[in-house]
């Protein structure tokens, strides 16, 4: 159990991403439910003006830690831990994450004493999500082109760079500035499988009891900003280049039309409940043998370092992991 006091500004929960990992779930479900032991002490957007958004020559610590000030000195609640959550600090996802190493030195500027929280994705499902996130921003472009988007394009397929999720890189730098054991990392999968022992951890982590009375009967309910299948998507990358707001994936379609995303968003969830269910599961396969086969074992190695680095069976959750060496006779 730790020993730090809830309402010490230093002992406030960092909450990182990644993005399209379960994160909007943790802020509208957990975070902001008055059982769950924490409460949220900034709006995600204001955490975003203040520590994201300022160039590196604008950025200042100082400053910075005087906008969150007037918050601390109005914490009463002495059971629940202060929250700060967005995403965003695990990197600009449509951009590559270039900026996650300078968000996590100012962070870290800011909250030395904080507690950082990184929930992870398993890749080829973390990968799948971020094209049908290409494609309702307008992308026309195949699965495999966006996978290995030709070189003249690669600058405005920056939202796929291998690299980006290879988590062991951005957690051995997190604990590297904050220590190891300020460092709490927790596969997204945990989320289906075991939610209750999800939010224990996370509870624990934090300094609060495990386990709570209040947490019974805790409504674990589907994370939000759940996607239409992959074959209804695919039907709208089929209509994206014909009709579609423009954006830098897609900045001439034939028909510009800014009302494409509400259209999906109404429409799209009935459309989809008309697809019979053997088309999703057939064209889902083949994107996920698509995957495999494009990906391989690049992830392998970066998940054996990550589990080194939390003590985490990711072989439990799908992760891939290198192939066990055989002795030689």
Request: net charge positive; glycine share 4%; proline share 7%.
């Amino acid at each position: 159990m730790s020993d730090l006091k809830p309402t010490d500004k230093h002992s406030v929960l960092i909450h990182t991403g990644a993005a399209k990992a379960a994160s909007t779930w943790l802020q509208n479900e957990f975070f902001r439910n008055e059982h769950s032991g924490f409460f949220e002490i900034i709006p995600k957007s204001k955490a975003i003006q203040h520590l994201v958004s300022p160039s590196p020559l604008e950025f200042s610590a100082d400053s910075c830690k005087s906008v969150f000030e007037p918050y601390w000195q109005t914490l009463t609640d002495e059971k629940r831990i202060p929250v700060v959550t967005a995403e965003r600090f695990s990197g600009a996802s449509r951009m590559g994450d270039y900026d996650s190493k300078e968000i996590a030195d100012r962070l870290f500027s800011v909250f030395p004493e904080g507690r950082v929280l990184y929930l992870v994705r398993e890749q080829k499902s973390m990968l799948l999500a971020q094209y049908l996130q290409y494609l309702r921003r307008g992308g026309t472009w195949p699965l495999e082109k966006f996978l290995n988007p030709p070189i003249k394009d690669v600058a405005k397929a920056s939202y796929f760079r291998w690299e980006r999720f290879r988590y062991d890189r951005l957690v051995e730098y997190y604990q590297s500035l904050f220590g190891k054991e300020r460092v709490l990392v927790l596969p997204m999968e945990m989320l289906k499988i075991d939610p209750s022992g999800l939010v224990r951890r996370i509870r624990e982590f934090s300094g609060l009891p495990a386990d709570d009375e209040a947490l019974q009967g805790f409504p674990f309910r589907t994370p939000a900003n759940a996607s239409l299948s992959s074959y209804t998507m695919n039907w709208r990358r089929r209509t994206n280049w014909l009709v579609s707001h423009a954006t830098s994936f897609n900045p001439k379609p034939l028909i510009s039309w800014n009302e494409t995303h509400d259209f999906w968003k109404k429409k799209g969830p009935k459309l989809d409940r008309l697809i019979p269910q053997s088309f999703k599961t057939r064209h889902k396969t083949e994107q996920t043998r698509v995957l495999k086969k494009i990906v391989g074992n690049y992830y392998a190695f970066s998940n054996a370092k990550l589990a080194a680095q939390t003590s985490l069976d990711l072989s439990a959750y799908g992760y891939d992991l290198p192939a066990p060496q055989t002795a030689t006779p």
